[in-house]
């Protein structure tokens, strides 16, 4: 039924446990691997766990191999995938156990094509240090006309994303295959192409939060997100006029002109995703 997809990139000491994580769920019928030019050893423990696990894991990894960014080998995995739902998970977090069991168990998910939940935050040790409820913990305050609980009963992700990433990560995401196609799949961000994924995908297709804890974030020195936050500014902006430009309509959303006006104003934009609240 899912198929999960692990771009890899340096967690040659993380990678082994991001697959086993997802092979605990039957649903997960295949785990597709793809390293991305890693110098640490990563590469040799995809080869390793793909030979452990000859029916479920493939590596897919290029004989040249080479750094393209995280963007374009998940999709290049989603594009190899064989199942109608894809699971993503970064190559440093885990899935948490039961997440596949407790979506295909939700009423709604029949009726929807991409899915996210909570988050849990994890050290480089793997022990859990806080956690991340959605658009209930954000990353910085929504403003005070955003009624957080009665946007979510009504489904209003795409205004409550316009002000911040609340989903934090693309390890937070499933989606169905056909949806990845109609939004054009990830672009070619190296910081925020999971925040233009997840606005595309609300404005194309049917969107569920699951209120349960679905994956665990790994929070170490080396994570992305941390690199370079003035070009984590630059990519935001240009995320937003991108996005505008093909999805003028948005503009006549009260809720989406001010959490668009919010990242226009501040310096920072609130991506949401290094907040670990105890």
């Known amino acids: 039924m899912f198929s999960a997809v692990i771009p890899i990139y340096n967690h040659a000491s993380f990678v082994a446990q ?15 691997l793809l390293d991305d030019g890693s110098t640490d050893g990563s590469r040799r423990v995809a080869a390793r766990m793909a030979a452990a696990y000859p029916g ?9 191999g080479g750094n393209r960014g995280a963007h374009h080998r998940l999709n290049e995995l989603v594009a190899q995938a064989r199942s109608e739902w894809i699971a993503v998970l970064n190559s440093d977090d885990a899935f948490v156990s039961d997440r596949f069991e407790t979506v295909v168990g939700d009423a709604r998910f029949a009726h929807a094509d991409f899915i996210f939940g909570n988050l849990l935050f994890m ?10 409820r959605g658009p209930f913990d954000p990353g910085a305050p929504f403003p005070p006309c ?10 209003q992700f795409l205004d409550l994303l316009s002000h911040q990433n609340f989903l934090g990560t693309t390890g937070n ?24 994924f997840a606005l595309r995908a609300m404005a194309l297709g049917r969107p569920l939060y699951v209120q349960r804890f679905l994956t665990a974030y790994r929070m170490h020195s080396r994570n ?16 937003f006029a991108r996005f505008v430009a093909d999805f003028p309509a948005v503009l006549t959303r009260p809720s989406f002109q001010i959490g668009l006006q ?9 991506t949401g995703v290094l907040t670990a609240s105890a």
């Open 262 to 270: 919010f990242n226009v104003n501040h310096a920072c934009p609130r």
């Open 18 to 32: 991001a697959i086993c994580s997802a092979l605990r769920s039957p649903l997960v019928v295949e785990v597709l």
């Open 173 to 196: 995401m499933i989606f169905r295959k056909a949806l990845h196609e109609r939004v054009g799949g990830f672009a070619a961000y190296r910081y925020v192409h999971d925040w233009d």
């Open 123 to 132: 050290n480089q040790h793997g022990a859990l240090i806080g956690a991340k």
């Open 56 to 64: 479920r894991v493939q590596d897919l990894t290029p004989p040249r």
């Open 146 to 155: 955003f009624d957080v609980h009665s946007m979510v009963m009504q489904n």
């Open 224 to 239: 992305t997100i941390l690199e370079n936050p003035g070009k984590v500014d630059d990519e935001a902006a240009d995320l």
